[in-house]
């Protein structure tokens, strides 16, 4: 059975507006202080009732900040930064009259201000379980987030404001090294990989039930992908450098087949025919390729572009194109799926990880990890946040970038392109911005706060 915990939304409200006609509540004694995250720091401005405040900062974590502030329960606050749009926070009111009064810090959750002239706002940030790894939108108002050092699978409901964990049963939950999830919609599955059991775990869906387990005989499980032509679910293995090729009705491994290098990301070209997929490494270096196999042999009939650290791959059919994230390399590759050639290459920042087409096509969405601690490794904070990158499509460039976490992971859009899903895989924080101008089921300026 899978464990399952809901946690209540917390009342915590964003509204943007660059103006505010509020003020704080009356003359009362003494405010009460406020706990809350902000982004970026320094440089951030508080006001209240056209008065500063000045907030207390309790920790700094590169370009965030943990601080207080004192304000009137019902306050507005404006938030602003130079160079950035301004936010207005409406604290929550007063307890209701026998309902006790508040005592110590209230925590309010995340602020992070845009930059000027940016379409996207933060909409929500909720807290995950340890290294949350990728993000997948399992339908327009919920998103599953494996956890990489956890026992299972957060699942948020954006609307709602609650979260719940699923997990395969033991063994496995304990074992931890959940990594990425596939919804098959005409199945009505979600799809967990595990590379701690090199196994993928089946779940229901809407109702999110455990259903079976699938054993790889590969070494590091990784990435799922599947063909609706062929009705198969392929599962990418890292050490053991194979692809395991998955029946899902018998739900059985039919076949592994070794691809000569670790392979990451998978994409299916529409039809059957043919599959892209990212190689990672060769004998411990950044010699990986893009290849092309052919589905109905599983040989490689090509290989394509530079040598490189490719992660991700996306297909584009409608422009006949295919996408690539390089981490070695700090770009993402455009391929010609007609011709099977580089077109170009889109400078973004360091370590691209996973990237995503929007719904209308127009951009592809890129997170980038930024640089590892270069004292301690990937798994440690390093000395700059990563960023989402926004790349235009018609004129493959950078149209504009916000700052994340540390270390922004999993990426993913939702399926009406309103909103922005991305994990900072070492802050334990899930992010969703909403793309202004699009429709979505959160309403306008409402944010949930985290947990």
Known sequence: MANAR???????FLLTVGVCACSTLGAQA?????GLSLQPWPGLRIDAG???????LRSRDNSLAR????AAPGSALLISAEGYAPRVVVLPGAPSEGGGSVVGERELGLVALSPAGSEYRLAAAFRTGTQPKAAAFIDRRRVAVPLLDGPGVDVFDLEAGTSRRIAPPEPYARLGG????????ERAELWVSQMTAAAAHVFSLPDLAYKATVRSGGTWSKVLAWDPASRRVYLSNWVSEDLSVIDPERMIEERRVKVGAVPRGMALWPGGAFMYLAQYEIAGAPRGRLLKLDLATMAIVASIGPEGSKRHVVAD??????YVSDMARDLVEIYDARQDRLLADVKVGGKPNTIALSSDGRLLYVSCRGPNNPDRGYLYKGYEMGRIYVVDLETLSVVEWWEGGNQPTGLAVSPD?????STDFLDARLRVHRRLGHG???PLGEALAEF
């Open 440 to 442: 979505t089921r959160i």
């Open 417 to 421: 392109g309103a909103l922005i899903a």
């Open 67 to 70: 601080a207080a502030i004192g």
């Open 30 to 34: 003494p405010a009460p202080p406020w």
């Open 317 to 322: 059919p409608e422009r006949g194109r295919v």
């Open 178 to 185: 959940f990594v990425e999830c596939l919804v098959i919609s």
């Open 50 to 56: 056209g008065e500063e405040l000045k907030p207390a």
């Open 6 to 12: 809901v946690r209540p939304r917390t009342p915590f």
